[in-house]
Structure formats: structure tokens, C-alpha cells
């Protein structure tokens, strides 16, 4: 039916590159490729292992805090420990996961582009990327051990006084490598959103994935600059006898803290746009209807991007140094931005018909797991309540709730994007047991954290005393831990059991975007042909063209017309 | 409240001053109703994990935990519910292709509209509590606190009474109940956090910054108290506690600790300079009380 309707469109392409690109392959080609998809794919490769890695030092921490004064680490290890935990799956986990994994392999082919719009600049993104994440895990191999001031490194603490090894030195070179990949990722995308669109890819007809990462890449560009110049200054007065930080010299130890967090709010929404944009394909998708509200929910990105500028001093309530007023109420705003996401989320899927794959389990995980670390974060923006509770597990618990929410949307994405990466599917059995197990570990795991915070138990100690309940909530969170544990490696074992197995089509879900209509996995430089591109969901377009998105109460009127519309060529 | 953030809205500047603190009174009211009435029925709502405290402003801050509670439940059941009604009811069943809409603008406008004025509920009630706990009332004790690694030291001034104790050693800070006790925070090295669970309150002790704030017992006890922000190796072990006592107990206890505090004061001080070594659990001192 689509031959007669919808011819396809010559690319330009077309002319010249029909048949396969003649390369390097194997090692070689993982080395010198400069095309999106081994790059995307290179960097999830390495944000897996990363995530492997900081898991395995999580479980070690879990294990030491399982009983009161237990002995298994000492304390400057224990240090290390939380320190390269939260490091890792921060910088090189979950960051470089979200913008240049899947965003890597996904955006340039959901507008239509053939790359990013600077493919070498890419490849230099990724190698960065990789050297950082080399050089900030080196530090477990040098004479006084890794980083172990907490991968918030507050001056004066951080200082050469207080940390003189060589391991902090390389955390501070680390992360400045791995922010210039990300400065570098976010000036790639900023410019393959704004010039590489294909012919009928309007702003308002980019996908929610697209969108989010295009603000991403936005707010990488005005916050990792600041972090990066922070991390200079830091490095001179370890190093070069400046005093920015330290009081000794006149210089302000608060002044780190206002550079971090200025760079490490809007880090947060860096982190978790792209995941937004993830579960909010794969709802749409699995419930075989438009996002609902899709204008409403770019501008509430947008202005969760424009608030997560203003709201950096809500991790600095207890400072005693900040206008409390003021980071209250904009910390408090952000929740109605992210309020209506969700309600566009539940709206999606409302009188649809949803499809629960392992991919929309766990979008659907996402859900709960976010609502409650939101639910939570709004506690923490009153300043009341964030001198309760502040730097004790209430807010470990928090941000790990959030951060899980994310790995469960990391793992939707997978499950759903990986069949057009590599043309495979993965099998859903192990799927839904990695996503039961994955769900209910997260909870297991965050809950009683949350009551260990109103217990007052502080974050970051390697034992604790006696006290009443703590030692069996450190327990029932560790089972938590380990039942995440068991999660990764299902999915681990799910990718070496479906090796090559299933194969997956050029559009097994029936989903929306430009990505599905092309082959799985997609050809050098992505298409042969592209759709007519008339709203957010083309492939949809095409393949249902009777089924067109509804302006509200206008459903019957607008349907016939659309189809008429469509030109033949 | 700390130096720096000294501005209060009541008193930020003679004109507009009664205007200002007309309108704080107006929002006070209107706020304090809500979480007056918890107050009355602090038996029937439940604590949702959290205590009363032993000061006026852990009390306060205790309610104000309630209040957002209660609207984290309302809100987050809501929001669950939804999630499984759309999760069960719309199972997929068949390949029907259903209904295409993607608008709804009274629904939308519900879902921002609605939002905005609990947020902005929230931090009404926020203000309220914040103002209170803020305040920095007139008073005669003053108890000048000072963080180190790993360790705290508390200086009555004027009493010649010093405590200071580090790690295991469980420093002890003396304060009457139902006064008002001035405290003067300090941190001599790296960025402490004094926090004290039963006064449902922390704040940092930040290098070359005086921290200042008001804590107003209202019961007698020993509570713990522990540092909260990473300040290095042993910042596991930075505890310390707080004997509030009466007010009679509290002068006797500075007579007799006037004398002995300044030989102790050099004592620990040394230990401080010369320790190496993993302070044990086992070598509590008692000498502070």
C-alpha cells in the first residue's frame, strides 16, 4: 500500500554510495572510524563496562556497611571507595552513557542526517572520553591509592595538603579530559540538531529524544566550562601555590563549592534528559500513540533546562553562606516542569494499547522509581528540612532513587534501540527477569536508606556505631545491592545467549522515528531513502497512513485531510 | 544564622518595614493555620519516619516534614495510581490501532496550574519555619563551637570552660534547657558538618566563616552528634554528644568544670598533635563530663 502513497525519496546518497562502504573492519575499524554508530557504539561499550566497574565498587561498600563497626576495608580505602563509586558512574558512567552513547547513534539518524556534523571531532570526543575514564581509574594503581576526598571534592579538603598523592592529581586530569569530551559531544550535537535536519524535519517535528538532547547539549555548553575552569584553579593551588581555595591565602573554600555545584546542577538534567527522551520513545511506541502533549512537554524541558541554572546552591542550604529563599523557590519550580512530564508520560499511555517488552517494563520501572526520587527531592529543596537531613542517607537514598531511575530508562533504551544497532534482538525471558530483579533491587536498596537518614545516619562514614535499626536496614539495603548485582549479570548473560540469535528487522516494534525506517542495522551514512517527513513520527506516518496524530477534538475531521495531503512523487 | 546571610525579610530596611512584616504576619497566618492544627493533632498524623526533637525548631521542622508529607502521599498515591490504572487497563489485547490524540489543553493546563500552587503552598509553609529557625534571638549563653579533625572543641566564653575531645573520645557540650544558646561555629582545617539528629539539625563548620545560629532546648537528655561532611580519614569516628541539663545543673556543672578545663584543654590538645594511630572504640574518655 505505501508504493502508491508514499514513493520513497532519493538522498543524496542515492547517487554515489548504494552499495556497502568499503573500510577497515575489526580492530582497526573500532580505532579509526570517524562514523557515528561505531563511535555510539564504542562509547556504549565502554559507559557499560564502566557501569560494571562502579557497580563492583557499590557492592564493596554495601558489603563493608553490613554490619556495625565491620572491619573488611579500612577507612582511607573506604574512602576511595565511595570517592571512585560515585566518580565513575557519574563522569564515566551515566553522563557519557546519556550523551554519547545512544544520543551518538540515535540523533543524527532520528533527523535524517547521514553523521554528526563534525565526525573527526567525534571520534576525538570518544578517545578523550576514553583516556579520562584510563587515567581517572589509574589512581588505584598509584602509592597512596585513588581519589578519596568524595567525587564532590570540596576544597580545602581537596587541597595538597590534606590529599597530596598522585591519585587525586589524576582524578583532576580524568575529569578534565572526559569534560572536554563532553564539551566537544555537546558543541557535535548542538550542530547536527541545527543544520543537519533532513528536508521537512522542523524543530516542532524532531523527536522528544532529539529535543532533549539537543537542550542537553545546550546545558553541557554552559556548565562543563565552569566546571573545567574549576578544576584548573584547583589543580594551580595544588600544585602552582595559588590560593583560590584555601583561607590561609585569602582565598574562599566556599568559592569550590559555588564553581561545582553551578556545573553540578545542571549535571543532574545533563544526566537525565537523554533518559527522558529515551522512556518517552518507548512508551509512545509500545503504546502505539503519539506523545501526549508533545509541545507542552518540550517547553517543560526547556524550562527545566533554563531553572537548572538557578538552583545550584540548594546542595549548599547548610553552607550558611547562600540566600535561602531565593534557591528554594526555584528549586521547588523545577518540580512542575518535571510534574508534567510525567503527566504526559501516564497521558501517553492513556487508552492506548501498551506493550510490555522488556523496553517498556522498564520505562514503566522508570516511572515509579523516578517518581519517588522526585517526590524526595522536593523535601530537600525547603531549607528546613534539607538542615534534617542533609548529607546523611535521606539524601543518598534520593539521588540514588533518581540515578536508578535512570539506569532502568539506560536498559529501556538498550533493549529497545539495540535491535537497530546491531539487527539483533535480545531475548525477553532474561529480560523480564533482569527487569524484575533490577526494579525490585532498587527499591529494596533505596528504601531503607531513606529511613537510615531519618535515623540519622550521616553519608559517607565506613562504620557505624551501634545504633538501633541501622545495622538491619544496612542489611535489607544490601540485599537491594546484591539483587541489582544479579540484574547485570542477567543482562550480561542475556547479550552472550541471544548473540546473533534473533534477528530483528528493520522495524520490529512499529515505532515512530526516521531511525526505524531504515535497515537494521543501518547502512554507512544511515539511509537510501527517507519518508515524507511530516510530523514527529514519519516512519508511523508511513506505515499507518490513516492513523495520522489528533489535534484535540478534531480527531475526524483532520484524518481524511491528512491523507490527501500526502504528495505523490 | 551565619553572618553572611543576615537579611531577614522583616527587618531589611526601615520604609516598607511595617508594610513587609504586614504582609509576613498575613502569609504567617494564613500558613500557620494548617500547621497549627497538625501541631494540635500530633498524635493522629503520623511521623513518616521523622521525630519531634528536643528543640522549639526541630519541632517546628518536624511539622513542617509532616505537612510535605502528606502531600508527597496525596500526590505520589495519585500519581501511582494513574500510572497502574494505565498499566493494567490498557494492556495491549489486540493490533487495534487506537485513538490517536495527542492534545488535550484543559487537561494540560490542569496538570501546570495545579502543581504550581502546591509548590508554591510549600514554600509558604517553608518560609514560615525557615524565618523562625533563622531568627537569632537575644541571649546570655554562648557556646562557641569549633570543628577539627577529627575532632570538636566547645569554648564557654566568659566561664573559662573548655571541652574538647576528638574521635572516640565523645566530646560533650553542655547546654541548659529552655535557653536560648548562641552558638558561634567554626572549623579550624577542612569543611565539617555539626549535626545533631535529635535537634533534627545541621550546619557546616566552614574554614574562615563564623557560623552563627540559636538552639532552644525544650528537653532534657543525651543526644548524639556526629560531623556529616567528609572531612578526611577519620571522619567516621568525629562524634560527639549533647547533655542538655537544667538550668541549675548547668551553672553547677560550670563552676566545678571551671578549673579542671584548662589543664584538660592542653591535654587533648597534645594527644591531637601526637595521635597516629586508629583510635579504638574501647578508649572512651570520661573525663569530659
Known amino acids: 500500500m505505501t508504493d502508491v502513497l508514499d514513493p520513497p525519496i532519493a538522498t543524496e546518497h542515492d547517487d554515489h554510495d548504494h552499495e556497502e562502504h568499503h573500510g577497515p573492519t575489526g580492530i582497526l575499524k573500532w580505532m579509526t572510524s570517524t562514523d557515528h554508530k561505531v563511535i555510539g557504539m564504542s562509547y556504549t561499550v565502554t559507559a557499560v563496562i564502566m557501569m560494571v566497574i562502579g557497580g563492583a565498587l557499590a557492592e564493596v561498600i554495601r558489603a563493608q556497611l553490613t554490619t556495625s563497626n565491620n572491619s573488611l576495608v579500612s577507612f582511607a580505602q573506604y574512602n576511595e571507595l565511595f570517592t571512585m563509586h560515585g566518580s565513575v558512574m557519574i563522569y564515566l558512567f551515566v553522563g557519557p552513557f546519556a550523551f554519547g552513547a545512544l544520543a551518538n547513534i540515535i540523533v543524527p539518524i532520528q533527523i535524517g542526517a547521514p553523521d554528526m556534523a563534525f565526525p573527526r571531532l567525534n571520534a576525538l570526543s570518544y578517545w578523550l572520553y576514553l583516556t579520562g575514564s584510563i587515567t581517572m581509574l589509574s589512581g588505584f594503581f598509584v602509592a597512596g591509592g585513588a581519589a578519596n576526598f568524595g567525587w564532590v571534592a570540596y576544597a580545602p579538603l581537596s587541597n595538597s595538603i590534606n590529599t597530596p598523592g598522585a591519585g587525586a592529581d589524576l582524578w583532576i586530569g580524568g575529569l578534565l579530559l572526559t569534560g572536554f569530551s563532553a564539551i566537544f559531544t555537546g558543541v557535535n550535537l548542538c550542530a547536527t540538531i541545527f543544520y543537519l535536519r533532513a528536508p521537512g524535519m522542523t524543530m516542532f517535528r524532531m523527536p522528544i529524544f532529539t529535543w532533549n538532547l539537543l537542550i542537553t547539549a545546550i546545558l553541557i555548553l554552559l556548565a562543563f566550562p565552569v566546571l573545567t575552569a574549576g578544576l584548573i584553579m584547583l589543580y594551580c593551588d595544588r600544585h602552582f601555590g595559588t590560593h583560590i581555595f584555601s583561607v590561609q591565602g585569602g582565598g574562599v573554600p566556599v568559592l569550590w563549592q559555588h564553581i561545582f555545584w553551578f556545573w553540578g546542577h545542571p549535571e543532574v538534567y545533563i544526566l537525565a534528559l537523554p533518559f527522558f527522551g529515551m522512556v518517552t520513545e518507548i512508551i509512545a511506541v509500545f503504546s502505539r500513540k503519539p506523545v501526549f502533549g508533545y509541545k507542552g512537554m518540550v517547553f517543560a524541558t526547556l524550562s527545566i533546562g533554563a531553572l537548572s541554572l538557578g538552583v545550584w546552591a540548594h546542595h549548599m542550604f547548610t553552607t550558611g553562606v547562600v540566600l535561602l529563599p531565593f534557591f528554594s523557590i526555584m528549586s521547588l519550580l523545577i518540580a512542575v516542569p518535571t510534574g508534567i512530564k510525567m503527566f504526559n508520560w501516564i497521558g501517553t499511555m492513556w487508552r492506548g494499547e501498551v506493550w510490555f517488552s522488556t523496553a517498556m517494563l522498564m520505562a514503566v520501572g522508570f516511572l515509579i522509581t523516578f517518581l519517588i526520587g522526585g517526590l524526595t527531592g522536593i523535601y530537600l529543596a525547603s531549607p528546613p528540612l534539607d538542615f534534617f537531613t542533609h548529607d546523611t542517607y535521606f539524601v543518598v537514598a534520593h539521588f540514588h532513587s533518581i540515578v536508578m531511575a535512570l539506569v532502568l530508562g539506560a536498559m529501556g533504551g538498550l533493549y529497545y534501540w539495540g535491535p537497530k544497532i546491531t539487527g539483533y534482538l535480545l531475548n525477553e525471558t532474561i529480560g523480564k527477569v533482569q527487569f524484575w530483579f533490577l526494579f525490585i533491587g532498587t527499591q529494596v536498596f533505596t528504601l531503607p536508606m531513606y529511613l537510615l537518614g531519618l535515623r540519622g545516619m550521616p553519608r559517607r562514614v565506613a562504620t557505624y556505631a551501634l545504633h538501633p535499626g541501622w545495622q538491619f536496614l544496612n542489611q535489607v539495603s544490601t540485599v537491594g545491592a546484591i539483587l541489582i548485582g544479579i540484574s547485570t549479570v542477567a543482562f550480561m548473560v542475556n547479550i552472550v545467549y541471544s548473540w546473533k540469535k534473533y534477528p530483528a528487522g528493520d522495524n520490529p516494534w512499529d515505532a515512530h522515528t526516521l531511525e526505524w525506517f531504515t535497515t537494521s542495522p543501518p547502512p554507512h551514512h544511515n539511509f537510501y531513502r527517507l519518508p515524507q517527513i511530516r510530523s514527529e513520527r514519519p516512519t508511523w506516518d508511513y506505515n499507518h497512513p490513516g492513523h495520522t496524530a489528533a489535534e484535540h477534538g478534531h480527531h475526524h475531521e483532520h484524518q481524511g485531510e491528512h491523507h490527501d495531503e500526502v504528495p505523490v512523487a | ?289
Open chain 2, 1 to 289: 544564622m551565619s553572618k553572611v546571610f543576615s537579611v531577614e525579610p522583616p527587618a531589611l530596611s526601615p520604609q516598607g518595614d511595617s508594610d513587609r512584616s504586614r504582609r509576613w504576619r498575613r502569609v504567617r497566618r494564613i500558613v500557620a493555620l494548617p500547621i497549627a492544627a497538625l501541631a494540635l493533632a500530633g498524635c493522629t498524623v503520623p511521623t513518616f519516619g521523622a521525630s519531634p526533637g528536643a528543640t522549639t525548631s526541630s519541632r517546628s521542622t518536624y511539622h513542617l516534614w509532616q505537612g510535605f508529607s502528606i502531600g508527597a502521599v496525596i500526590v505520589g498515591g495519585f500519581t501511582t495510581l494513574l500510572i497502574l490504572w494505565a498499566v493494567f487497563k490498557y494492556r495491549r489485547k489486540s493490533d487495534r490501532i487506537p485513538k490517536q490524540s495527542q492534545y488535550h489543553i484543559p487537561l494540560e493546563m490542569t496538570y501546570t496550574i495545579v502543581p504550581v500552587i502546591i509548590v508554591l503552598g510549600l514554600f509558604a509553609a517553608t518560609m514560615v519555619v525557615e524565618n523562625k529557625e533563622v531568627a537569632n534571638p537575644k541571649t546570655n549563653v554562648t557556646i562557641n563551637v569549633n570543628a577539627f579533625q577529627w575532632g570538636w572543641k566547645f569554648t564557654y566564653p566568659g566561664q573559662n570552660v573548655v571541652v574538647v575531645g576528638q574521635t572516640t573520645q565523645d566530646p560533650v557540650m553542655v547546654m541548659p534547657v529552655n535557653t536560648n544558646v548562641h552558638i558561634n561555629l567554626t572549623s579550624s582545617d577542612v569543611i565539617h558538618g555539626f549535626y545533631v539528629h535529635a535537634f533534627n539539625f545541621s550546619r557546616y563548620a566552614l574554614p574562615g566563616v563564623l557560623n552563627q545560629f540559636t538552639l532552644r532546648a525544650v528537653n532534657t537528655g543525651t543526644f548524639d552528634g556526629q560531623c556529616t561532611q567528609l572531612c578526611g580519614l577519620y571522619h567516621s569516628l568525629m562524634v560527639f554528644r549533647v547533655k542538655v541539663v537544667s538550668q541549675s545543673e548547668y551553672a553547677a556543672w560550670l563552676t566545678s568544670n571551671a578549673s579542671v578545663s584548662a589543664a584538660l584543654a592542653a591535654q587533648a590538645a597534645t594527644k591531637q598533635q601526637t595521635s597516629s594511630n586508629v583510635p579504638t572504640r574501647s578508649t572512651k574518655s570520661e573525663g569530659n563530663n
